[in-house]
């Protein structure tokens, strides 16, 4: 990370410290990553609203019999044959990745309340191609709550993936988002929602920023931020 580049985040971060930032709607920007097994599944989904949900990226060879995408209470094969189908028919359509995002209404009267994952089932056999849960889109070690092994997780943390799959705007979704947590229970998530840290905290992480602490250059990391 050039030190030419430590200004902006300054920006983002006070900016960020000035907001009124409390989540009104916990799953409402949640995102789950298709972890795919069969038929290149891949791809990741966000839930835009109670009834919407975005597919970006999205990869299947279009093969199989029956194949439609299932929200479940969570990531698990008893889940899914418990689940509720939602889109059309996905056999015989392709994705390669290279298509536009694409939205996905829910049925008539359901909403996303108890779903915490999604995957690309097989109905008849059944089988699952491939699946994820949603959390917050700041977890990003992936473990249901947002906190500060998500800025320094040596494997998983914004401070490790910064420049490679991980920008600025992440950094702000964290700063947002932490504290915020969700607690398995009788087999499925729920919710506790958390401000996001005080503005002594935010000073502090404005402090670590301009020394560099928090913006580390990485050899692996590109030209420009994606």
């Not at 050039?2 to 000035?18: D, E, H, K, N, S």
């Not at 920007?29 to 972890?35: I, K, P, V």
Request: proline letters at 5%.
């Amino acid at each position: 990370m050039r030190w030419q580049c430590i200004p902006l985040m300054i920006t983002l971060l006070a900016a960020a410290c000035t907001a009124q930032a409390q989540l009104t709607s916990p799953q409402i920007g949640w995102e789950a990553e298709f972890n795919g097994i069969f038929h290149n599944v891949g791809g990741r989904v966000t839930i835009l609203d109670e009834d919407t949900l975005q597919f970006d990226n999205f990869t299947y060879d279009g093969q199989g019999i029956d194949v439609f995408f299932y929200l479940g209470a969570f990531d698990s094969y008893a889940a899914f044959v418990a689940g509720e189908a939602i889109g059309e028919q996905l056999v015989g359509t392709s994705f390669d990745g290279t298509q536009p995002a694409f939205t996905i209404d829910l049925p008539e009267g359901l909403t996303m309340e108890g779903f915490h994952a999604i995957s690309v089932w097989c109905v008849d056999v059944p089988v699952n191609f491939g699946s994820g849960s949603f959390t917050y889109s700041a977890d990003f070690d992936v473990d249901f709550d947002v906190d500060g092994d998500d800025l320094t997780d040596p494997f998983d943390g914004w401070e490790t993936r910064f420049g490679v799959d991980l920008d600025g705007i992440d950094f702000l979704k964290w700063q947002q988002q932490f504290g915020s947590g969700v607690v398995p229970l009788a087999g499925a998530p729920s919710v506790s929602v958390q401000t996001v840290p005080e503005p002594a905290t935010c000073a502090l992480l404005v402090g670590l920023a301009a020394s560099g602490l928090l913006v580390r250059r990485r050899s692996s990391a590109p030209e420009t931020i994606q």
